[in-house]
């Protein structure tokens, strides 16, 4: 009897560990992941912000091909509208999976979030609008992820509202993280890149000229769906009753922090800084 009871409390000890672990794990790349994604969208409002002021638009082209055509109009505001509402979402986005904002300004939470849905919505579209107006540096097949990616971020949209407006919050939670994440292609794409070419000290799988390749395929399209498939497997992990499944997802996401940290780092240095310096 008091054998099978210390068995039962070191399971229990072992499974509330292991739930802390996947908890911190989480919340530890978060941390890094928003902290990374704040330090772009304060180069994006640098750059591009810095070049509206000093009304000289074609600096935008130095980094965006095409993103400053003249007499295109409707292109042009497209790509301001994109940049500014990026810059926007990236800086207060990541605040609705505040726990303590949550709870404390409940209000806050509402409005900000029906500005972050709004955003996507806007975000998304000027971004196909983009695709179909001036095309991507990749050609055809960065045509079609980025497509993937509006689409999947007005779907997400969607989906997080309506579970909002029928208060199945734990839903809505789901649903707006997948949002989150798919809204940080852009990002995950630069920090996927430089880290990349930080771990192999030259460009392999691609020609740095042309910018097509097979790692360049792969990484348009796993910008987003490698977030997705980890988050989904995160789902999993927290509703499994095995601690060893927490941990082994816990150990995964500590391993993609430093990843994180390494691309974020690499592509401050070698994209971003030397932009705004």
Sequence with gaps: MNSSSNTIRTRTRSYTWSNKLLSFSV????????????????????????????????????????????????????VGIHLLFAVIVMVGGPLQFV????????????????????????????????VVTKGTISGLVGDISVSLNGILIIWFAVMALRRAIQRNFQSHRKWALRLFLVMAGVWFFRIGLMFWLFVHGKPVGFDPETFRGPFLVALGFGQYLIPLMVLELY???????????????????????????????????????????
């Design 99 to 130: 726990p303590k904002l949550r709870t404390k300004f409940p209000v806050f939470h509402r409005w900000n979030g029906r500005f972050y849905l709004s955003a996507a919505l806007l975000i998304s579209l000027s971004g196909v609008y983009m």
């Design 27 to 78: 919340q530890f790349w978060f941390i890094v992941a928003v902290t990374g994604q704040w330090i772009f969208a304060f180069y994006v409002a640098l750059f591009y912000g810095g070049a509206a002021i000093d009304n000289d638009f074609m600096r935008w082209n130095r980094v965006l091909p095409h993103g400053y055509v003249e007499g295109e109009t409707m292109g042009n505001i497209a």
């Design 235 to 277: 789902f999993a992990a927290q509703k499994s009753k095995l601690g060893s499944v927490k941990t082994s997802m816990a150990a995964a996401l500590v391993l993609l922090t430093v990843i994180t940290a390494l691309g974020t780092f690499a592509a401050t240095m070698g994209l971003w800084l030397p932009r705004i310096s």
